[in-house]
Antibody, heavy 119, light 109 residues
Framework: QVLLVQSGAEVKKPGASVRLSCKAS????????LHWVRQAPGQGLEWMGW????????KFAQKFQGRVTMTRDTSISTGYVELSGLRSDDTAVYYC????????????WGQGTLVIVSS | SYVLTQPPSVSVAPGETARITCGDN??????VHWYQQRPGQAPILVIY???DRPSGIPERFSGSNSGNTATLTISRVEAGDEADYYC????????????FGTGTKVSVL
């Protein structure tokens, strides 16, 4: 079955960077885009961007431009998101999710990774 | 920022029908997907392409989309349907591309 398994919780200080991983299994990773979506405590879902595992192409929401990097290592079926210049309002659960195309629905999601930014 | 408008909460008795709306100007011209998020869990897809159900999602879940409103309908509501529900569209004219609704908390009385 399709599984997206994410790395464990992180606690970071303001100004630091965090790198999260998402390991895929049960499907051909290069056939699906990998997205990152975050959810602040008690808030809704916020799309951050996607990466094409096949080409490495990326697309980010403008608010994250310059602070976010998305990469992949297809040899181990793993995608990564790195967010720099962390602020307290980056405290959130970060989810990876896949889509068949750049316009398509998110049909499988990881379990989420909690990132806490606190001094 | 660009978000789709949903009612904050909907309350429904077991066995009744819950209707969750998602509003936007001419949303009927877009394709809408719906996600269910139970407390402490990741979202799961319950409706895609306005009204299609992924395998494993009960027939009680249905969707429609026309004009300025898309609707997720849950028939014969069960206690396990208590969750937050989010609509989502893809919008090429928006920087966000993937736009989510504000979310609706469905409470089963």
């Amino acid at each position: 079955q399709v599984l997206l398994v994410q790395s464990g919780a992180e606690v970071k200080k303001p100004g630091a960077s965090v790198r999260l991983s998402c390991k895929a299994s049960g499907y051909i990773v290069t056939d699906y885009h990998l997205h990152w979506v975050r959810q602040a405590p008690g808030q809704g879902l916020e799309w951050m961007g996607w990466i094409s595992p096949k080409s490495g192409d990326t697309k980010f929401a403008q608010k994250f431009q310059g602070r976010v990097t998305m990469t992949r290592d297809t040899s181990i079926s793993t995608g990564y998101v790195e967010l720099s210049g962390l602020r307290s309002d980056d405290t959130a659960v970060y989810y990876c999710a896949r889509s068949a195309g750049i316009e398509d629905f998110l049909d499988h999601w990881g379990q989420g990774t909690l990132v806490i930014v606190s001094s | 920022s660009y978000v789709l408008t949903q009612p904050p909460s909907v309350s429904v008795a077991p066995g009744e029908t819950a209707r969750i709306t998602c509003g936007d100007n001419n949303i009927g011209g877009k394709i809408v997907h719906w996600y269910q998020q139970r407390p402490g869990q990741a979202p799961i897809l319950v409706i895609y392409y306005d009204g299609d159900r992924p395998s494993g999602i009960p027939e009680r879940f249905s969707g429609s989309n026309s004009g300025n409103t898309a609707t997720l309908t849950i028939s014969r509501v069960e206690a396990g349907d208590e969750a937050d529900y989010y609509c989502q569209v893809w919008d090429s004219s928006s920087d966000l591309r993937y736009v989510f609704g504000t979310g609706t908390k469905v409470s089963v009385l």
